[in-house]
């Protein structure tokens, strides 16, 4: 029990603070009422999510970018145009919010670590997060324009300020941070406690926007979704992803990559970042509280997916060496 709990302790208080959140939101509406609340947990957990990563030698990337250019391409490009299509079989704030997921850049921690897990190319994967990241100013708002302009008011140019501000800023600023070599040690040394601190941040996301969503439902009882409809949604976010992930993998493979570099654009290439989709649903699409869901159901799926996929991907290529000198 204590190891389950210690392994899947992120996905129990995910459970929970959707359950509280939703079954509790008049008594804790005045939580979404604090001002600059949810602006202050944004930057402090982007800030503590790139404060720890470092590019290592990006020699290897430099000399061959093929790996994470191809994965900023299926992210940024491919992922998007798939969920816009596959949008088209839900409805309402659920189709919003798989535009919303698969418009954010890839995740800041996640695709690095499920890419060494993998045995693959961590350095792709970390190139892919920082540009995605870096890039979602002006990316993000383009794509949600085109998949949710006509469904909303959408205010592109205060959405690109606010994503400099609140996204790329902390971003900056925690890589500048690692600048003297002491500092940057350091920061390397705290990798897991930052990241433990991070991922609080990004429940107490997920728990806000959970509360706001069950005011909003509790005046709007038209508004809940079938059942029938919340499985076509989670069916649409986990295609969307397995989608991104096959697509990536196998176009490095046909383009002649290492499997360390197909395994680190399928990953890269495919996953999302949780905490910049959450802020945009609550701060720019408020009046669709069901919005945040497939952020929520694509981040769980990635996790669970990722997770065999690495262990499936490891497997097969330590099977494939210990067969090589043999044949050799």
């Not at 129990?12 to 008049?26: C, D, E, N, Y």
């Not at 998007?80 to 995740?107: E, F, H, K, Q, Y």
């Not at 695709?111 to 961590?122: F, L, P, S």
């Not at 649903?281 to 497939?294: E, G, K, R, V």
Request: hydrophobic content about 55%; overall charge positive; aromatic content about 8%.
């Amino acid at each position: 029990m204590i190891r389950f709990v210690g392994r899947y302790w992120f996905l129990l208080l995910l459970a929970a603070a959707i359950g509280v959140g939703f079954g509790f939101s008049p008594t804790l509406e005045f939580l979404t009422k604090i001002p600059y609340l949810q602006n202050a947990i944004v930057v402090t957990v982007l800030f503590l999510m790139a404060f720890p990563l470092e590019f290592g030698d990006l020699h290897d990337a430099a000399r061959r970018p093929g790996p994470p250019v191809l994965g900023t391409a299926i992210n940024y490009g491919l992922l998007p145009l798939i969920a816009w299509g596959a949008s088209l079989l839900v409805t309402g704030d659920l189709r919003i919010g798989v535009n919303i997921a698969a418009a954010i850049p890839c995740t800041l921690a996640s695709a690095a670590v499920w890419t060494r897990k993998a045995g693959g190319n961590d350095v792709a994967a970390l190139v892919v997060t920082i540009v995605t990241n870096l890039l979602c100013f002006a990316v993000t708002p383009m794509w949600l324009k085109l998949t949710t302009g006509g469904s909303v008011s959408l205010n592109v140019v205060e959405m690109i300020q606010k994503l400099l501000i609140l996204v790329v800023a902390p971003m900056l600023a925690g890589q500048l941070c690692r600048i003297p070599p002491p500092i940057g040690r350091w920061a390397t040394a705290n990798r897991a406690a930052m990241s433990v601190i991070a991922q609080l941040g990004i429940l107490s996301m997920v728990f806000l926007g959970c509360i706001g969503a069950g005011m909003k439902l509790r005046t709007l009882e038209e508004a809940v979704p079938p059942v029938g409809m919340l499985a076509v949604m989670l069916a649409v976010v986990i295609g969307v992803h397995a989608a991104a992930l096959a697509i990536g993998y196998f176009s490095a493979k046909s383009f002649g990559m290492r499997p360390a570099d197909q395994i680190a654009v399928g990953i890269s290439g495919s996953q999302k970042t949780l905490m910049v989709g959450l802020w945009i649903a609550n701060t720019f699409y408020a009046s669709q509280p069901l919005a945040i869901l497939p952020l929520i159901a694509y981040h769980v799926s990635q996790l669970f997916m990722d997770t065999w996929v690495a262990d499936a991907h490891l497997r097969r290529q330590t099977a494939v060496e210990a067969e090589t000198p043999s044949a050799a």
